[in-house]
């Protein structure tokens, strides 16, 4: 991968050290061309929706290859927390004892589905974090046999925390509860195997990582378990062949998780077919390896200037760099005069890297943070 070469796909990103992906990407040239096309059809009676139709069967392929699923595990959602709602409707009412086990400091959209579980009689325990993040032997602690669930960020969206997703689906297990991951802040950022980490569910939405815009999102569900889980707002796009399902009577829902699908917002899904191809063209181990080499160089940076930040252990690193700073207004304040653009979370500066951020950006950034 070349950095001119990358970096020809994103033109807004001249001038300006962008950081802040873990809020929302740089919209690539592609997926540009594909909303201004789209406008231009729309406004003169021309656009094609069955095109937009197609080119979200190609997202929804294109994302199964990056966390190792089948397409007929897919479910095209617009959130994460829609992604959490349908599978928490899905849970039976709740019998004595049985729980739902959660971080408290987890993003609401992770958070507030379960917590809802409450009024259908789950006690839903908030795990503590302690220390870096919430571990596996946290959340073994709080789950027991009537543990019927239990959620978690593949990566904290705050700090970057990297979860131990295979230690966690083994606590799952052994509770025999449904493991679901928000993958928000993992998918097309750091590499992710559904399989090999044992999840029952993953969401993502695309405006992150996975160079998306917004209104476009994934569910994946495990194959094992598309037999229990039901439509919770079905339309046409939930039945086996939605161009023949535009009136009833009759309903043929689909036996894939497309059964879970909700109307597809057409200009983000051609947006997404051509900013996902960007995974295609370079390889998605490329893209993840150079994620990790920025993220290190970020961190050496750092270091290099005295800051007080240190790194996770390696295992728990991701492309989110949580910054300590003694006046997090100051620095922010000396970001906007250098056109850096990054957030701040929980009192620290938060820098999130990206395939497309320069290493020379990094060694910038950091020498404007300085000691903090």
Not at 43 to 54: I, K, L, Q, T, Y
Not at 182 to 200: E, H, I, K, R, S
Request: contains cysteine; glycine residues 8%; proline residues 5%.
């Amino acid at each position: 991968m070349h950095a001119a070469e990358i970096r020809h796909l994103f033109p807004g990103l001249e001038g300006t050290i962008y950081l802040n992906t873990a809020t929302m990407n740089v919209g690539c040239a592609p997926a540009k061309a594909a909303y201004e096309l789209a406008v231009q059809q729309w406004s003169v009676g021309r656009f094609d929706w069955m095109g937009a139709e197609r080119a979200g069967e190609e997202a929804r392929a294109m994302f199964a290859a990056i966390i190792g699923a089948t397409v007929e595990e897919i479910a095209i959602v617009p959130a994460v927390s829609t992604a959490a709602g349908i599978v928490a409707a899905n849970l039976p009412p709740g019998k004595p004892g049985e729980n739902i086990v959660v971080a408290e400091n987890e993003f609401t959209s992770n958070y507030f589905p379960w917590l809802l579980l409450r009024e259908r009689g789950y006690e839903v325990r908030s795990v503590a974090p302690a220390g870096d993040g919430v571990s596996a032997e946290d959340f073994g602690h709080a789950a027991d046999g009537g543990t019927r669930l239990i959620a978690v960020s593949a990566v904290h969206s705050a700090n970057g925390y990297r979860a131990d997703l295979p230690a966690l689906s083994r606590v799952a297990a052994r509770s025999g509860a449904w493991f679901f991951v928000d993958a928000c802040q993992a998918a097309g950022a750091v590499p992710l195997d559904v399989v090999l980490d044992g999840v029952d569910f993953l969401a993502a939405a695309s405006h992150k990582f996975l160079l998306g815009s917004r209104g476009m999102g994934y569910l994946y569900v495990r194959r094992g378990l598309l037999d229990r889980l039901r439509p919770i707002v079905p339309g046409w796009k939930a039945a086996r062949i939605p161009s023949e399902s535009f009136y009833g009577p009759r309903m043929d829902l689909s036996p894939t998780a497309s059964k879970l699908d909700a109307s597809l917002a057409w200009f983000p899904a051609l947006a997404e077919q051509a900013a996902l191809g960007i995974f295609g063209r370079f390889g998605i181990t490329a893209l993840l390896d150079r994620n990790t080499l920025l993220a290190r160089r970020l961190a050496e940076a750092l270091a290099a200037q005295g800051s007080s930040f240190r790194p996770f252990a390696e295992e728990h690193r991701s492309t989110i760099v949580s910054v300590p700073v003694t006046d997090p207004e100051a620095v922010m304040a000396r970001f906007r005069q250098a056109n850096v653009v990054a957030s701040v979370r929980e009192g620290r500066v938060r820098l999130s890297v990206h395939f497309y951020n320069l290493e020379e950006e990094l060694d910038r950034v950091a020498e404007l943070i300085g000691h903090g």
